[in-house]
């Protein structure tokens, strides 16, 4: 499973540490986290370290604002600069 986040701006905190805990308290295993203004991708999968609470956490596999090119969970080239909020 993948889940994706569009970070809004009147939600950052939320979406950028919020969230991530209750994905991967779902078990969710990939999760990427888009900024705007300027776009920027981040790319997770879920780690073995273990956060305050006995949950896994997520570790970050890669992050760009011109190409990401990513083999979990799926083959992908994502043109991250071609992307417009």
């Known amino acids: 499973m993948l ?7 009147g939600t950052r ?6 969230k991530p805990g209750e994905y991967a308290a779902a078990g969710i295993q990939f999760y ?3 900024e705007q203004d300027p776009v920027h991708v981040y790319a997770y999968r879920i780690g073995d370290r273990v956060g305050p609470g006995g949950e896994r956490q997520y570790e970050l596999v890669a992050d ?20 417009t909020p």
Do not use: M
């Open 3 to 9: 889940a994706v986040e569009i970070v809004s701006p």
């Open 13 to 18: 905190r939320i979406d950028r540490f919020a």
């Open 32 to 34: 990427w986290r888009i």
């Open 64 to 83: 760009g604002a011109d190409v990401i090119e990513l083999t979990e969970p799926f083959d992908i080239k994502l043109p991250v600069a071609e992307i």
